[in-house]
């Protein structure tokens, strides 16, 4: 039965999961613009993190995987938030199963169903593995330069629509896919910005319009996707159910993922620039340049320290039964 699927993935440049696959990949997603944070803040939330996938033997009929957290950081307009670790990071992103299709389609997943403390758009706990090793679902038809197919995945409530176009080949293995999103949904906000199931305790009603474009780069080969590279854009329309009101929030995002070790076919790292002895002067000069910068990137970042601590002590708080509750009472969130 192996032997079956790996012929037909590579015939079909499908996705290859064996006992014997193990991979490694650098993960950062990059939000710009509001951010549903402890009552909404403008800035950047930067979130890095380490991904390990190995691969399972095939069971009914599917490939299996499991993925999870090697390293995860998280910062807020460049200053790092100390209390999310990796090892707290694993509460909400724990090590789970995956049964998924030669083409990518997850089929189940073991991931709990869980909440971030701090809510970012697209960090969803049972989406992980679609934003990372399974970027897109190939057509079972095949894939070859030129080829166009389209998919839909549910993000939340609402279907996240793929378009998929194989642009070129490189060095016979590795295909590069563009790729299209888009994604119309609604949600009800309560006074925290807190998505709340019924109209019942909410306050706002919010639109959101997502759209993006991208790249993926497969290697038909391996059997694996080994870079990623997609941004989006949303724009959400909110309307205070009590007096009509509306205003308009705006985020950006950067996705990108890499196969540790992977370096595209003809790749070399360029020779630095020589250059002479560094004298005094220069020396002098380069230490006042820095402190300089160094002043100008903490009064630059002053304005979300405040922000920042409060995130720190909604994730220590969240952590503990009841802390919510308190975290509100304390900050108004």
């Given at each position: 039965?192996?032997?079956?699927?790996?012929?037909?993935?590579?015939?079909?440049?499908?996705?290859?999961?064996?006992?014997?696959?193990?991979?490694?990949?650098?993960?950062?997603?990059?939000?710009?613009?509001?951010l549903?944070?402890?009552?909404?803040?403008?800035?950047?939330?930067?979130?890095?993190?380490?991904?390990?996938?190995?691969?399972?033997?095939?069971?009914?009929?599917?490939?299996?995987?499991t993925?999870?957290?090697?390293?995860?950081?998280?910062?807020?307009?460049?200053?790092?938030?100390p209390?999310?670790d990796?090892?707290?990071?694993?509460?909400?992103?724990?090590?789970?199963?995956?049964?998924?299709?030669?083409?990518?389609?997850?089929?189940?997943?073991?991931?709990?169903?869980?909440?971030?403390?701090?809510?970012?758009?697209?960090?969803d706990?049972?989406?992980?593995?679609?934003?990372?090793?399974?970027?897109?679902?190939?057509?079972?038809?095949?894939?070859?330069?030129?080829?166009?197919?389209?998919f839909?995945?549910?993000?939340?409530?609402?279907?996240?629509?793929?378009?998929?176009?194989a642009?070129?080949?490189?060095?016979?293995?590795?295909?590069?896919?563009?790729?299209?999103?888009?994604?119309?949904?609604?949600?009800?906000?309560?006074?925290?910005?807190?998505?709340?199931?019924?109209?019942?305790?909410?306050?706002?009603?919010?639109k959101?319009?997502?759209?993006?474009?991208?790249?993926?780069?497969?290697?038909?080969?391996r059997?694996?996707?080994?870079?990623?590279?997609?941004?989006?854009?949303?724009?959400?329309?909110?309307?205070?159910?009590?007096?009509?009101?509306?205003?308009t929030?705006k985020?950006?995002?950067?996705?990108?993922?890499?196969?540790?070790?992977?370096?595209?076919?003809?790749?070399?790292?360029?020779?630095?620039?020589?250059?002479g002895?560094?004298?005094?002067?220069?020396?002098?000069?380069?230490?006042?340049?820095?402190?300089?910068?160094?002043g100008?990137?903490?009064?630059?970042q002053?304005?979300?320290?405040?922000?920042?601590?409060?995130?720190?002590?909604?994730?220590?708080?969240?952590?503990?039964?009841?802390g919510?509750?308190?975290?509100?009472?304390?900050?108004?969130?």
């Open positions: 039965m192996t032997g079956f699927i790996f012929v037909a993935a590579i015939a079909s440049g499908a996705y290859q999961f064996t006992p014997a696959t193990k991979l490694d990949y650098d993960v950062n997603v990059v939000f710009d613009g509001f549903p944070l402890m009552g909404g803040n403008e800035g950047v939330a930067d979130v890095k993190f380490g991904v390990q996938v190995n691969g399972l033997e095939p069971k009914d009929g599917g490939l299996r995987s993925i999870e957290l090697t390293a995860f950081e998280l910062s807020f307009n460049g200053g790092k938030i209390m999310l990796v090892e707290s990071a694993r509460a909400y992103f724990p090590k789970a199963e995956v049964l998924s299709t030669a083409q990518g389609k997850v089929l189940k997943n073991s991931a709990p169903e869980v909440s971030l403390p701090v809510r970012l758009p697209g960090l706990v049972r989406r992980f593995p679609d934003i990372t090793y399974l970027p897109v679902e190939f057509d079972p038809k095949g894939l070859e330069v030129g080829s166009t197919w389209s839909d995945r549910m993000f939340g409530d609402t279907p996240m629509h793929y378009e998929c176009v642009v070129k080949e490189t060095g016979g293995t590795l295909t590069e896919i563009s790729v299209k999103v888009s994604q119309d949904y609604e949600v009800l906000e309560d006074e925290t910005l807190e998505i709340v199931p019924e109209l019942k305790g909410a306050t706002s009603r919010v959101t319009t997502l759209r993006g474009t991208g790249t993926v780069l497969f290697d038909t080969k059997g694996a996707a080994v870079k990623v590279d997609m941004a989006n854009s949303s724009t959400s329309v909110v309307t205070d159910i009590k007096s009509g009101k509306q205003s929030r985020l950006d995002s950067k996705l990108s993922v890499k196969l540790k070790g992977f370096e595209m076919p003809g790749a070399g790292s360029a020779a630095a620039p020589a250059t002895p560094t004298t005094p002067i220069q020396t002098v000069a380069g230490w006042f340049q820095g402190a300089w910068n160094a100008q990137d903490l009064w630059n002053g304005v979300g320290y405040a922000t920042l601590a409060r995130m720190a002590m909604g994730v220590f708080l969240s952590q503990i039964p009841g919510g509750q308190f975290f509100r009472f304390l900050f108004g969130g």
